[in-house]
């Protein structure tokens, strides 16, 4: 991997979730008739609000200090091994996609506790549903990497997501995979269907009602990794879909910049079109996810049958 | 081995001496001294065994019934023999303090204490001994003591419900072993466990016979779901130290009598490997199922000891896969994961009972609906509770990740002969990963009601910090967590010769095919540790300056501490999508008019679903059967139609991963 590549990966992983979110944020401003905030809005933000000083909840622990920054740190580490601009990733090794799993549940497990440092009940709601939610997806990420795997005889995350499409078989693969990966972003990031970021009733929220406590550098570093969470895992996406994939080169790279882009537009398209799930819905949801999954795994034997 | 052997004698007059001592501190030195000089004999005896010297061995003819009895410790032996006696002697000194109360009301402790020793003694012999009838009585000395520590509280009707509880199961678990025995001595004739090795290393149907029922008694040794009933009453019945010791060392011995046998088998059949990882993998989300619904702290970490033999049980059928199909890769992923994952399992399973141990001693109570608040009155339980917590999730950078991607290792490096079977691997990884993110929510529930937020319950009255005696096995748990977390090296030192004993027909890989595999990920543990370490910091000092304000209560000026989210509100949403497996038992009144009069009241348990479902059809049989007959829709409905769908799917499928 060239200096050069390296550099790439790292500004995309720092500059891309701004990039991101303000195209979301544009799109459903665009959609509503309104012309909306800057792109860059979110780094404006998080520039002020570093400069704010946090207010605490008299009843938190050094936990809710903390978590912010454990959310941040896992988020940073997760996009290491992503293929972020659908090449090769910062650092790769076998099985990295067992280790971004659990990286993830890291940074959720301390969101959860951050939210419920507080003793609010609206905060252990958002923390219960997160919780919930997570747990019943966590399969559909592994079915789906190890489906990826066994197709492209990778055992690495960016060499999964990054395989090509030869026959029938592995475009069914390819196919349920891209549908389980995008309910797997919708749900970790608490995009819509599942959660709606721009709600402004806390009975409904997830994510944002997690942060209502949290103000000043935390809030920014929690948003900050929300945004970079998101980018991560439309990137892998990103990266299913590009066809230089596992190359470290220009075309891939502009490929994976306009292929995040582009699906920044469709989740700010989704968002503004449709309406929020019934909170009773969203393990239907997950388990539709889930059966895609595994119409994958078991496509991968229909495959090696269909190559013998 | 004489050195091994010699920790016999020495436990035995430690206990005569707990019971003969004058006063309670008297009686604790007794045990404390035995079991460290017992400790330290048998790991200096031990260590060279790990080491990778040859097995310590002993013959010791004695006159009729035995016979001659062979003592011997491989490195199996000596894995277990090196951390379950240490570890016993730090559920002793956690007993010091911990029953001090009662020490101070008049108690004799000296019977607990030579039990403890017992217990310790026990370990000595299910370890190293070669012959059936003696390993038989290691086994009931075992299961006697752990019986009689639990019931400490004899004068509770409920706790001696739950030891008899224990008792009744755990001898079912010996007649079953009793039988298998039977079956190999009338085969072989012979008591000693080489005999019984070369029977059973030729297959055959008397084999898979003696593997099934071996592997029940284990089970029901291990709390294996469904065998799990007698667990969750006795942890939440036993005192603290108790409860750690039994989960986390003393039921351990099922899972050494398991790797025991499959030793003396030698190269299993496949159908042996693909049953062990089927029942581990439904032993694991049952077990992990239930944790994320219970009320009771300890009930909740007895069921998560379901859910980690699960998954050790995960470990060692892919090993058996492994060594049925000749694939070295997959025994020392397997093995070598399962293994570890017991140790790591001992570290933090003692750690969370310890820490819930000096929760019950502060506030009397561990019903996690009145709990809350806890970190500011106990932040070092609390910070030790977190890292257990976190630990058994298989978080990074902390130990349980290891154990478990080791086993992942073994899952996911397609090792399997056909498509179909490399696909099912997968799908055990999915389960795997369900398991742990639900361990996930059912741990930050835990440390988050009882430790953040405030009290739910005003009335409660809560203490301090235990003394240094509880605290220092804590401590020394919690070092173990993050030594093993951030140098696998270490707890790989321990299990590597266990590891190599299932290798020897195939032993081209060397001990560092595993340390080799674990390279990257340890260190990109490290670094995101060293990267969470200095950035917190970094966050810390950002907010030096902050003001502390009310939290939140959106617009509401009124909030008290009993409108917090509670235990039950925060996993109600997640366990009514396994109501079969939770099911919710309600007692409740509930107020009716617009302007009610009369107060209302609603209580919620989730009562154990295979301890019901035995009770409902021992009790009702036949209007039980009608009862699931009836369920039976008459009309198909779209549930019905998408299970036929997904059915034709996974027929269509599996005839073209066969063709």
Avoid at chain 1, 234 to 262: D, E, K, M, Q, R
Avoid at chain 2, 638 to 657: D, H, K, M, N, T
């Amino acid at each position: 991997m060239s200096i050069a590549w390296a550099i790439a990966n790292v500004l995309t992983l720092l500059l891309m979730p701004v990039v991101l979110v303000g195209v979301i944020n544009r799109v459903k401003s665009l959609w509503s008739g309104r012309r909306g905030p800057p792109i860059l809005q979110l780094g404006y933000d998080l520039v002020r609000l570093l400069r704010k000083t946090p207010v605490y909840s008299t009843v938190t622990t050094p936990i809710f200090r903390i978590a912010p920054y454990v959310v941040l740190v896992t988020a940073l580490g997760s996009g290491a091994i992503a293929p972020l601009l659908g090449g090769p990733a910062l650092a790769s090794f076998p099985l990295d996609f067992v280790w971004f799993a659990y990286v993830w549940g890291l940074g959720r497990a301390a969101m959860i506790l951050g939210a419920l440092d507080t003793g609010s009940s609206f905060e252990g709601m958002g923390a219960s549903r997160e919780a919930t939610y997570a747990a019943l997806l966590e399969p559909v990420l592994f079915l789906v990497a190890g489906a990826l795997w066994l197709t492209t005889g990778s055992r690495t995350l960016c060499g999964a997501f990054g395989g090509h499409v030869t026959d029938g078989p592995s475009l069914v693969i390819w196919g349920c995979s891209i549908v389980a990966l995008f309910i797997v972003v919708q749900v970790e990031n608490a995009r819509m269907p599942i959660d709606d970021p721009t709600t402004h009733l806390e009975l409904t929220m997830i994510h944002e009602v997690m942060i209502l406590d949290h103000s000043g550098p935390d809030l920014a570093a929690l948003q900050m990794g929300a945004a970079v969470k998101l980018t991560v895992g439309v990137s892998l996406l990103a990266a299913l879909i590009n066809p230089w994939a596992g190359t470290a080169g220009l075309p891939a790279a502009l490929f994976g910049v306009a292929a995040i882009l582009a699906f920044a537009v469709a989740i700010g398209t989704v968002e503004s079109l449709i309406a929020r799930l019934k909170l009773r819905a969203i393990p239907k949801y997950i388990l539709a996810g889930l059966v895609a999954s595994a119409i994958a795994l078991l496509a991968t034997t229909w495959r090696v049958g269909a190559v013998e | 081995m004489p050195t091994v052997l010699f920790a016999v004698p020495v436990l035995v007059l430690g206990a005569f001496f707990a019971l003969a001592g004058r006063s309670n501190s008297q009686r604790a030195l007794a045990a404390l001294l035995t079991q460290a000089i017992a400790s330290i004999a048998v790991a200096s005896a031990v260590l060279p065994v790990l080491r990778g010297g040859s097995a310590l061995s002993l013959a010791w003819s004695s006159s009729s019934p035995l016979g001659l009895v062979v003592f011997r410790v491989d490195a199996l032996g000596a894995f277990f023999l090196v951390w379950s006696l240490p570890m016993t002697f730090l559920g002793t000194l956690y007993a010091v303090g911990y029953l001090r109360a009662h020490f101070d009301a008049g108690r004799n402790g000296g019977p607990h204490f030579a039990l403890l020793n017992m217990v310790s003694l026990s370990f000595v012999v299910i370890y190293s001994v070669q012959d059936a009838l003696v390993f038989l009585f290691g086994w009931e000395i075992a299961a006697v003591s752990a019986w009689l520590l639990v019931i400490w509280d004899y004068r509770s009707q409920k706790i001696r419900f739950a030891g008899f509880n224990y008792l009744v199961s755990t001898h079912v678990g010996l007649f079953v072993l009793v039988a298998a025995f039977m079956l190999l001595h009338s085969k072989t004739g012979s008591m000693s466990f080489d005999a019984f090795g070369a029977y059973l290393s030729t297959p055959g149907r008397t084999r898979g016979t003696v593997f099934a029922l071996l592997g029940l008694s284990f089970a029901l040794k291990s709390a294996f779901f469904p065998f799990h009933t007698w667990l969750p009453r006795a942890h939440s019945a036993a005192p603290a130290h108790v409860s750690a010791l039994m989960s986390g060392v003393i039921h351990k011995a099922g899972l050494f009598g398991f790797l025991r046998f499959a030793l003396l088998m030698g190269k299993p059949d496949e159908w042996m490997g693909w049953s062990v990882l089927g029942f581990g993998a439904l032993s694991a989300v049952a077990g992990v199922l239930y944790t994320s619904a219970q009320r009771d702290l300890k009930r909740l970490l007895g069921y998560s000891s379901t859910e980690n033999v699960g998954i050790a049980a995960i470990g060692f059928g892919v090993g058996l896969l492994g060594w049925a199909w000749g694939n070295p890769f997959l025994v020392v992923c397997g093995i070598g994961g399962g293994i570890l994952h017991i140790f790591n399992h001992a570290l933090f399973k003692c750690l969370l009972f310890y820490a819930a141990g000096a929760v019950y001693r502060a506030a009397h109570t561990i019903d996690l609906e009145r709990l809350g608040g806890l970190l500011r009155r106990l932040p070092r339980t609390g910070v030790m509770f977190l890292l257990g917590g976190l630990a058994i999730s298989a978080l990074p950078p902390l130990n349980g990740f290891v154990s478990e991607f080791i086993i992942y290792s073994g899952l996911l490096v397609g090792g399997a002969p056909s498509a179909l079977a490399n696909a099912s691997l997968v799908c055990a990884a999915a389960v795997l990963a369900f398991v742990g993110a639900v361990s996930t929510l059912s741990m930050t529930r835990a440390f988050g009601v009882a430790f953040l937020g405030t009290a739910r319950d005003a009335s409660l009255h809560v203490g301090d910090d235990p003394p240094l005696t509880m605290q220092w096995p804590m401590f020394l748990h919690a070092g173990g967590v993050l030594l093993v977390g951030l140098v696998p090296g270490a707890g790989l030192a321990l299990s590597r010769g266990a590891t190599a004993l299932f290798q020897d027909q195939l032993s081209s890989l060397t001990e560092g095919t595993l340390l080799s595999t674990l390279e990257p990920v340890v260190w990109c543990c490290r670094l995101l540790a060293g990267l969470l370490l200095v950035t917190c910091l970094a966050g810390w000092r950002l907010g030096r300056n902050a003001r502390r304000q009310a939290t939140w209560g959106c617009g509401y000026t009124a909030p008290n501490s009993r409108m917090q989210y509670t235990a039950s509100s925060f996993s109600a949403q997640f366990a009514k999508n396994f109501d079969s497996f939770l099911p919710e038992q309600r007692r409740e009144k509930l107020p009716t008019e617009v302007f009610p009069q009369a107060h209302g009241h609603i209580a919620t348990h989730h009562v154990d679903a295979v301890e019901r479902r035995m009770f409902e059809v021992l009790g009702q049989g036949e209007s039980f059967i009608a009862r699931a007959a009836g369920r039976i829709p008459e009309q198909p409905r779209f549930a019905f139609a998408a299970g036929l769908l997904a059915l034709v799917v996974i027929v269509a499928s599996l005839v073209g991963g066969l063709r």
